[in-house]
């Protein structure tokens, strides 16, 4: 059973250019979380996904991100003119759908850099 | 929403001594604690958890303890070696937010030979 995967590895961007990162959770799990980690910092909330479903983007900047789960393929996480200060690594991690299944499994992270 | 606080932020212990790192919540509701280390450029790696029904769990030299009254939680290293050295994530997950986890600051544990 694969774990979480994530890519690309690293990614690098000019300022205003698009960056796609992709997740595919592991088999048989249906939810799906983008977390942000700073250098030295925590992991920060960003957005819950199930299918074809965002559950809680509260941790989405408004404006330049979105977040998809598409009934086929991976979710991905689009971030738009990107900005210096987008420069982090973003994870992916996923969970099964039924009750109690709260372990989150992480997968490599896409570190970002924006020139 | 939830609000987790870790301290300390930095843990600098002799091999073979014992390591504490603690962690509060706000949220009475959270009912699931995991832990998580993280080596440097690696993935957070999940190394135990606890839900609020159970008041401490123990697994070789790892355990970990919960005091729903005071809303903490901590992590407990016996016998440290240095490949424990690395990042230690708390978390808490509040019952009405799916499975999402809002996590502690981090602790940077180095563990000196």
């Known amino acids: 059973n694969a774990g979480v995967m994530q890519n690309p590895r690293h990614l690098v961007r000019r300022r205003g250019q698009e960056a796609r990162l992709r997740c595919s959770p592991m088999?048989?799990?249906?939810?799906v979380y983008w977390y942000r980690q700073l250098p030295e910092e925590g992991l920060k909330f960003m957005v819950y996904?199930?299918?074809?479903?965002?559950?809680?983007e509260s941790g989405m900047p408004k404006e330049r991100f979105s977040a998809e789960f598409p009934k086929e393929g991976p979710s991905i996480l689009r971030i738009q003119q990107v900005v210096r200060g987008d420069s982090a690594a973003y994870f992916c991690?996923?969970?099964?759908?039924?009750?109690?299944?709260?372990?989150?499994?992480f997968g490599s992270g896409t570190q970002l850099s924006v020139l | 929403g939830e609000n987790v606080e870790q301290h300390p932020s930095t843990l600098s212990v002799q091999e073979g001594d014992s390591a504490v790192i603690k962690c509060t919540y706000s949220d009475s509701a959270s009912n699931y604690f995991p832990w998580y280390k993280q080596e440097l450029g690696k993935r957070p790696q999940l190394i135990i958890d606890i839900r609020s029904n159970v008041g401490e769990k123990k697994d070789q030299r790892i355990a970990v303890t919960l005091n729903k009254t005071a809303k903490h939680f901590s992590l407990h290293i016996t016998e440290t070696q240095p490949e424990d050295s690395a990042v230690y994530f708390c978390a808490a997950r509040t019952n009405n937010a799916g499975n999402m986890l809002t996590f502690g600051g981090g602790t940077r544990l180095m563990v000196k030979p």
């Open positions: 088999k048989g799990h249906s939810h």
């Open positions: 996904l199930q299918k074809e479903n965002i559950i809680d």
């Open positions: 991690a996923s969970s099964p759908w039924f009750q109690g299944g709260e372990k989150l499994f």
